[in-house]
């Protein structure tokens, strides 16, 4: 399956952050040499994905100025001989950026919807910037591998990650139907709960920041009900289109960060060190 657009929400305010994400995105915060939403937009340019919509909220600029050409820098760099520095940079010439603006705080389903009018093709990626993947392969690389074993024309494939079952009700979770056959870490997907409490969920299969969606889920988001703190969300509008989706899940290899809390920046600031 070719993809060739993905939405990147990352609109949230880095309230864990503050008062540092007060000045800065905390999608700009370093990872060895570069910012964190360099890792995801490099994730999609590995999948063949050139075709790139932000969704960001009003003060988070810096993340399209970082990705923008800037000739009078480019020209300053070569007048003192220092134009490799900038050559990571040249590799984002052959995206296509887009922005969309999320005005209000209002669920990870309502920050997709402000990209609807982007997507253009039958399927898309939905990258989430606090989740970053460490292994031989991109977290959305193995979805869209994986996207071949699958039978239907439409569906939708969600990657998560096994978790401890104390953990339960910090994630979306997968109630199994069946393993796909000739794929051990893909399964058909029964039943999805938002966050339930350890004793009550289904699977300890937690749904991570990774997603290959059809444009009719996105088409069906102003449908669905918000949740009491107000807030739309993907897993509910999979959830009532179960259905008549069919809704896969893909167990990724390698080891996924959380790049969202402090600890998790932590560890990925100390893994990618080494890496690097």
Not at 233 to 259: F, H, M, N, Q, W
Request: with cysteine; hydrophobic share 40%; glycine share 8%.
């Amino acid at each position: 399956m070719k993809i060739s657009q993905a939405i990147l929400p990352v609109a949230g305010l880095g309230t864990r952050f503050l008062p540092w994400t007060k000045a800065i995105p905390k999608e700009m915060l370093p990872l060895s040499n570069r910012p964190i939403i360099a890792y995801v937009v490099d994730e999609c340019l590995e999948a063949g994905i050139t075709d790139i919509c932000f969704v960001i909220s009003h003060g988070k600029e810096a993340i399209l100025r970082y990705f923008e050409e800037d000739p009078a820098l480019a020209k300053e760099m070569k007048r003192r001989g220092k134009e490799k520095l900038l050559t990571v940079l040249k590799t984002y010439e052959k995206a296509h950026f887009e922005t969309a603006y999320q005005e209000q705080m209002l669920g990870d389903g309502h920050a997709i919807l402000q990209a609807g009018t982007f997507v253009k093709s039958d399927m898309v990626a939905v990258l989430f910037g606090d989740d970053l993947f460490v292994g031989d392969k991109p977290g959305i690389v193995q979805l869209i591998e994986a996207s071949h074993f699958i039978p239907e024309k439409e569906f939708a494939l969600i990657a998560v990650e096994n978790i401890p079952r104390e953990k339960t009700n910090r994630y979306g979770i997968i109630e199994i139907e069946n393993e796909v056959h000739g794929h051990p870490r893909l399964r058909k997907v029964k039943g999805l709960v938002e966050k339930p409490e350890p004793v009550k969920a289904p699977s300890t299969l937690g749904i991570v920041g990774r997603y290959l969606i059809p444009r009719s889920v996105i088409a069906s988001l102003p449908d669905v009900q918000a949740g009491k703190d107000g807030e739309i969300r993907l897993i509910d509008a999979l959830i009532a289109k179960l259905k008549t989706l069919p809704v896969y899940a893909l167990e990724c290899s390698g080891s996924r960060i959380d790049t969202g809390t402090p600890e998790g920046y932590a560890e990925a600031v100390r893994l990618l060190g080494m890496m690097s």
